[in-house]
């Protein structure tokens, strides 16, 4: 059965009017192009060409075929035109997801500015910590923190994110202020839930040996304002992203405590689904986030 390539022959055979020149230009030898066209005279049944030494000439079923194959290889082109030019238009619409934290922190305003800056660009913005799935959810990007385990998945490293374990100053002045992880059995630790496991086991890093305490308190949440609002209210001791709390300890509301330890840290990844032809507008948009979180590296 003919194919669309066998016309696609065809028409250069005839647009060159030599099967030198046209098997030149696609590539392949002229024997080999030779046998294409008389397998699709085969496969019709018709001659299409009337072939001499000196020159070719149509058919009347070969010009009626050469019009019907010039309309395809003008419509193939534009087709392959509109798709090879996909990748590089800075158009259309991006859905990403990104942390709660960051989201309110400073990314809504970083890629609003990025809408600004390319305003042909229209971005949707998730702002949720639940690492979903993207092609279920049909998003093209999410920004996520911690460990990629699908593989089917690439993550662009933006940052490290430092944690710390603070509380306000008029907790210590109530309770006191811890000197070792193991004086933080006594105290009331409020768990952050959001981490897949941890929340009540924090593990830090001392004198080069791994060291973990369970903690216990009165409250949990999986929401990081919540948790901050609740320290800054003198209720307890958090460990958190630095990122969450970096103005609050500036002001001194906050004050860091445990420093000979240190807190674990977890790396921030631009993820979108494996694709060998990433959209200009996608490598963009992360290129801009990741200068983004590099503006306020001392947040993290």
């Known amino acids: 059965m003919s194919s669309a390539s066998d016309l696609s022959f065809f028409a250069l055979v005839v647009e060159a009017n030599s099967f030198n020149k046209a098997a030149k230009v696609a590539g392949i030898s002229t024997p080999a192009l030779s046998k294409k066209i008389t397998k699709l005279e085969s496969e019709l049944g018709v001659q299409l060409l009337h072939r001499t ?5 149509l058919t009347e079923a070969g010009e009626i075929l050469y019009q019907h194959a010039a309309t395809i290889n003008k419509q193939v082109n534009e087709a392959i035109g509109s798709v090879s030019s996909f990748s590089e238009q800075l158009s259309g619409t991006i859905k990403i997801s990104v942390p709660t934290i960051s989201g309110e922190l400073f990314l809504a305003e970083c890629i609003a500015q990025f809408c600004q800056q390319y305003p ?3 971005v949707e ?5 639940e690492f979903v799935d993207l092609v279920k959810e049909g998003l093209d990007l999410v920004v996520r923190t911690g460990i990629l385990e699908d ?3 690439i993550a662009k490293p933006l940052i490290e994110s430092h944690w710390i374990v603070c509380c306000a100053p008029k907790y210590i002045e109530q309770h006191g202020q811890p000197d070792s992880i193991e ?3 006594k105290h009331n630790c409020l768990a952050y839930t959001y981490q897949a496991k941890g929340a009540t086991d924090w593990r830090f890093t001392h004198n080069g040996n791994p060291e973990s305490v ?3 308190g009165s409250f949990a949440t999986n929401n990081s304002q919540a948790l901050r609002k609740a320290a800054l209210a003198g209720y307890g001791i958090v460990y958190v992203p630095r990122c969450s ?3 609050d300890l500036e002001k001194g509301d906050l004050r860091e405590i445990l420093t000979a330890y240190q807190a674990r840290s977890l790396g921030v990844y631009a993820v979108y689904p494996y694709t060998r032809y990433l959209p200009n507008k996608i490598r963009l948009l992360i290129e801009h986030i990741k200068q983004g979180y590099q503006q306020r590296q001392h947040y993290f």
Do not use: Q
């Open 53 to 57: 030494t000196r020159r070719l000439s």
């Open 120 to 122: 042909d660009i229209n």
């Open 125 to 129: 913005v998730r702002l949720e910590n």
């Open 151 to 153: 593989s089917s998945l």
């Open 183 to 185: 004086d933080l059995v």
């Open 214 to 216: 369970k903690i216990s």
């Open 245 to 247: 709390v970096y103005e």
